[in-house]
Structure formats: structure tokens, C-alpha cells
């Protein structure tokens, strides 16, 4: 490896089930597997101290010869433990500009984590991460408090598979959106089991604009195939 050349760690849904065919297409030093917050504290200080890279959990490495998968790391229980993402790091100038659907001129966007995981199983799914676990509405409140405060940020996109998780988690978060009067906007994911009148209604009176629904198909035997959970009366209902 020449001297110029940065170390290359790669990771995400794309390359944790298929570390060694990413690391061969991109000519990656290091894939981490699943979940990177605790792994790559691991990994940065093993590279800093010359410790073996055999040694840290959640990676995939080449030891010259051939890719190393060491044993992965279990997820992290309560996703409230992981700090806040270093916004002062990244050039949210620019970020906070993404368009969304219904955004309009003056709006400023920011992507969050409402949630990690999915109650379903759908068959298709790219998620490699077992059980679903939610942050608490306090820590989501916060974070767009913060958001709004330091960057200016009106526009919040869920970007969780599904923050429309259950009726009852959605009215809490949405309730607790009004009690503390963010006056936002904000998109997320659904599905249409969970799409009911007076559910929507207090979405977006807590400022919802938007909800991206997985049909996949609408035929109940091919739904059943997929494992989707969903049949084409709920579907229908839904819309």
C-alpha cells in the first residue's frame, strides 16, 4: 500500500452480508459488519496502537493472502446509549438543502433515526439486523431541537424502514411532537395495516407531509410468498 493512499474501511447493508466480494470490487482495507458505532472506536484504536486486526470485533479484513471475517458484533440494545451524529463535522450548509416531496423553497432538510430494525419479515429485505428497536421520544425531540436551533432545520425525514411501527408508538411520538410545538415538518415510512383515519389525522397535525408506503404487489398470494404481512384488503383500506 503506498504511502499516499488512505486506509479504506467500507461498511452499510451493501457489503456486511458480502464483505469479501465488496472488498475485492472496491479495493476496501476494511468492511465493518452491521452496526459501526462500537466497532469502529475498536478498530480506529487497534490501527492507532498497531494491535492485530484479528482482534476487533465486526470486521472483515485481508491479511494479504485472503479476506478475514472476524466474529461479528451483537447490536446494540438501547440505541439512546449512541451520542448524537457530529453534525459540526459535516458541511450541513449543503446538506440541509436535499429536496423532499412537498418541501418548498425556504425549507432546510435533515435525515434522523427514529428507530433501528423492523417488526417484520418480509423475505426481500436488504436489513440484516434482527428485532426493532426504538429510541425514546425525549432523545428524538432533542436531536431536532438541536437541529432546528443550530442549522435552521424545519424539514425532519425519518429515514428508519418504518416509523410507523404500531398505532400506539406513532400517537405517542406524534403527541409529545405537538406537546413540545417543533412546528415542523416531517416524512417517514409506513405501511398500510396501520393507516387509519384518526392515526393520520394527529400525524399531520404534528406536522406530517408525507408517508412512503411499501406495496410491493398486489396479489395476496405473491404477498404471502414474500412473507409481506399485509393482504389486498388492508392495502386497499389503507389508501
Known amino acids: 500500500q503506498s504511502k499516499n493512499r488512505p486506509f479504506y474501511i467500507i ?12 472488498m475485492k470490487k472496491l479495493e476496501a482495507d476494511v468492511v465493518v459488519l452491521g452496526e459501526g458505532e462500537a466497532t469502529i472506536v ?23 493472502t485472503e479476506v478475514v471475517i472476524n466474529k461479528r458484533r451483537p447490536t446494540i440494545e438501547n440505541i ?22 412537498k418541501s418548498e423553497a425556504a425549507d432546510l432538510t435533515m435525515n434522523i433515526l427514529s428507530a433501528r430494525g423492523c417488526h417484520y419479515h418480509c423475505n426481500f429485505c436488504y436489513r440484516m439486523d434482527k428485532g426493532y428497536r426504538t429510541r425514546s421520544n425525549e432523545s428524538i425531540i432533542d436531536e431536532v431541537k438541536y437541529l432546528q436551533l443550530e442549522y435552521g432545520i424545519n424539514y425532519i ?29 416531517w416524512l417517514c415510512g409506513g405501511r398500510l395495516n396501520y393507516a387509519k383515519p384518526d392515526l393520520l389525522k394527529l400525524m399531520k397535525t ?7 408506503y411499501g406495496i410491493e404487489c398486489l ?13 389486498t384488503e388492508m392495502i386497499r383500506n389503507g389508501i
Not at 452499510?12 to 466480494?21: A, D, L, N
Not at 446509549?81 to 453534525?87: E, F, G, H, L
Not at 396479489?219 to 393482504?231: F, P, Y
Open 219 to 231: 396479489d395476496d398470494a405473491i404477498l404471502k410468498t414474500m412473507g409481506k404481512g399485509l393482504t
Open 11 to 22: 461498511g452499510g447493508h451493501g457489503p456486511s452480508p458480502e464483505p469479501e466480494y465488496f
Open 42 to 64: 475498536d478498530l480506529l484504536y487497534a490501527l492507532s496502537t498497531n494491535k492485530p486486526l484479528m482482534n476487533v470485533r465486526g470486521i472483515a479484513f485481508s491479511n494479504g
Open 157 to 185: 425525514a425519518f429515514a428508519d424502514e418504518c416509523l410507523l411501527s404500531s398505532i400506539q408508538r406513532t400517537e405517542s411520538l406524534c403527541e409529545d411532537i405537538i406537546k413540545a410545538k417543533l412546528h415542523i415538518k
Open 80 to 101: 439512546d446509549d449512541i451520542p448524537m451524529p457530529a453534525y459540526h463535522l459535516f458541511p450541513l450548509e449543503y446538506y440541509r438543502l436535499t429536496r423532499k416531496p
Open 206 to 212: 404534528a406536522g406530517c407531509v408525507y408517508i412512503s
